[in-house]
T-cell receptor
Framework: DGGITQSPKYLFRKEGQNVTLSCEQNLNHDAMYWYRQDPGQGLRLIYY???????QKGDIAEGYSVSREKKESFPLTVTSAQKNPTAFYLC???????????FGSGTQLSVL | GESVGLHLPTLSVQEGDNSIINCAYSNSASDYFIWYKQESGKGPQFIIDIRSNMDKRQGQRVTVLLNKTVKHLSLQIAATQPGDSAVYFCAEDNNAGNMLTFGGGTRLMVKP
């Protein structure tokens, strides 16, 4: 069953701690994305990757890091430098240019 | 930069009525548009898309209209059902890389 899987569903971060959100897709998509969504707000692009071993900053990359070592995986690390990390994080993938995005079910990150 | 926006943050309709959700875009270079539906705590789901060489596209109970003259996009939902209650986002491909720009979203509430 093809799709995009995010884990965990809920994640809690202590002050000063780095946490990593997982995103895996078996759609054979080249491009993957991370978006942040705050309550009642739209989606803001954090990072995206169009090909393995390459990624670019989005609109709000500060305090976040990513890697793209495998085509199917695009983990997002929320570092201690991100002072307001509480949000709903969405991972997405797409085939190529002009392709619609397929989204995972999201990870809700909260600060303890 | 240029962005996609929405006229109505919240729309309340009676079950069985038709719903119209509007979206204004400002980038005349955008040539591909998508509507997504997001239920609470879930990732956005693709509803329907349209390319700029079209002005209307129909799906099952949904119709997207594109008016390039006034840079306006709308989503029409026929015979709105309680299951249609969600936040609806429009997104545009403005030819600035392999990504979409999302609007702020409209919450559709269906009254029984």
């Amino acid at each position: 069953d093809g799709g995009i899987t995010q884990s965990p569903k809920y994640l809690f971060r202590k002050e000063g701690q780095n946490v990593t959100l997982s995103c895996e897709q078996n759609l054979n998509h080249d491009a993957m994305y991370w978006y942040r969504q705050d309550p009642g707000q739209g989606l803001r692009l954090i990072y995206y990757s169009q090909i393995v071993n390459d990624f670019q900053k989005g609109d709000i990359a500060e305090g976040y890091s990513v890697s793209r070592e495998k085509k199917e995986s695009f983990p997002l690390t929320v570092t201690s430098a991100q002072k307001n990390p509480t949000a709903f994080y969405l991972c997405a993938s797409s085939t190529a240019r002009k392709g619609k995005l397929f989204f995972g079910s999201g990870t809700q990150l909260s600060v303890l | 930069g240029e962005s996609v926006g929405l006229h109505l943050p919240t729309l309340s309709v009676q079950e069985g009525d038709n719903s119209i959700i509007n979206c204004a875009y400002s980038n005349s270079a955008s040539d591909y548009f998508i509507w997504y539906k997001q239920e609470s705590g879930k990732g956005p789901q693709f509803i329907i898309d349209i390319r700029s060489n079209m002005d209307k596209r129909q799906g099952q109970r949904v119709t997207v209209l594109l008016n390039k003259t006034v840079k306006h996009l709308s989503l029409q939902i026929a015979a709105t059902q309680p299951g249609d209650s969600a936040v609806y986002f429009c997104a545009e491909d403005n030819n600035a890389g392999n990504m979409l720009t999302f609007g702020g979203g409209t919450r559709l509430m269906v009254k029984p």
